[in-house]
């Protein structure tokens, strides 16, 4: 292929090499292209390609600091002037965006050239990728396996070497689930810091922030200064930070005190991969001058389980009734997933009183967390509470379609309770530890430091308190430099 060590250059070195004249944006274009075009058929990870468009800005982009370096945009909310951006739902099919979102724009004032759009499940509620619009998304480490979701398909190219990175989304793990089970580096900022700007304030009360998939920790703090510091007008925004994110990488951070734990935070029993990466990470961070403490947040489980179910199903909720408001038509349940159907009803079924009662919830734990930080720094989790699963394996069985059908036939209050208790005692057992943060606008990573005896990535999460993504740039800079993973790569690249 074209440049055959573009495979073990991240963005910034794509940079450099461009800035350098070493290479051309052309020649970066074309390495990527044919990345793309070899290697994305065994995985469907690229799901809609913007060449024509990308070769036609190739010798007039911005010169931004990433001015050249091939990026692709997951498929779900993020706005692109003129291209379809689908969120994976039948109704969006044809739906060309009149205008891009700010950070779009970001992106591209830049440099970054867009090269395409990857998949995601619809409205990005599963944290596996295999909507039924476009079929499955695989983990490029191995085929068998789920990349993770809901950025699963930015995280499948980005392992798979196609780019260096891509933009993704976090609304209760979105970014750091599949960074995790395939091998990169994620991080999702606090609330308030990626504005939404122009088309939304927030979605899911604030759960979802934007960021991106890559593989170094140099990058992601580089694109998150890009992604700048919200817009005029945003409802909230994070607290300013200190120096430039990129400033962070590589400073020292201090002897910190990071509580550990080993048991999933929200649903489920630890399993043994996931104790040993985390008991891994500890070790790793006490060997570079840290306190690690085995200690949990407090919280109460049950209740922000149910708290957060009942958000996503009310954005779920909103979400169908405007797309198929902009379709044309009334909201039916042939035109979406099952899951997505039994997650608007309940979104339709939840009164204004109940879901101002989640949102005090919520505020009460982030109060708590917040206080739980005045005696330490970081919290240590494993990213997930399994090994990437099997693909096919999280989606619905004949008879789970039942019984979600039957449920649709329920009164209302049998109807939450039921399909409540059910999605907080198995759908979480896979993705237990991420939700947490996204309650309380914390930012939180998921870092690769460790791969299981099948060949797997196995990451490890860190958080810090609101606003302090400074700190973990540090954290992670320095178990980047004492355990490097850049240079492992799936064989499928």
Known sequence: MTLPEYDRWDATACAEKVRSGEVSPS????????????RNPALNAVVDTLYERARARVDSLPDGPFKGVPFLFKDLKLMLEGTVT?????????????ASSVLAQRYEAAGLQVLGKTNTPEFGIMGITEPELRGPCRNPWNTDHTPGGSSGGSASAVAARMVPAAHGGDGGGSIRIPASACGLFGLKPTRGRVTMAPFAGHAWMGFVQEHVLCHTVRDSAALLDVAGDGDPGDPYRAPAKRRPFADEVGAEPGRLRVAMTRDPLYSGQAHADTTAAVEDAASLLAELGHEVVEARPPMDVDALTRAYFLVVASGIAWFVTRTAQDAGCSPRPADFEPATWLLAQIGWKTDAG?????????????????AFYQDYDLVLTPTLGRPPAEVGQLTATTAERAQLALLRGLNSKTL?????????????????????????????????????????????????????EDLLFRVASQLETARPWHHRMPALS
Request: aromatic fraction near 6%; proline fraction near 4%.
């Open 27 to 38: 020649d970066l274009l074309t390495a990527a292209t044919e990345r793309i075009e070899e």
């Open 86 to 98: 689908t969120n994976s739902t039948r109704l969006r099919q044809h739906a060309v965006a009149s």
């Open 354 to 370: 109940t879901l101002i009662d989640q949102e005090m919830t919520i505020h009460r734990a982030g109060r708590e967390l917040a």
């Open 416 to 468: 939450l309770e039921v399909a409540l208790a059910k999605m907080g005692r198995d759908k979480l057992a896979w993705t237990p530890n991420t939700q947490l943060f996204n309650q309380t606008g914390c930012p939180a990573m998921s870092v690769p430091l460790w791969w299981n005896g099948a060949g797997l990535p196995i990451g490890v999460q860190l958080a810090a308190a609101f606003g302090r």
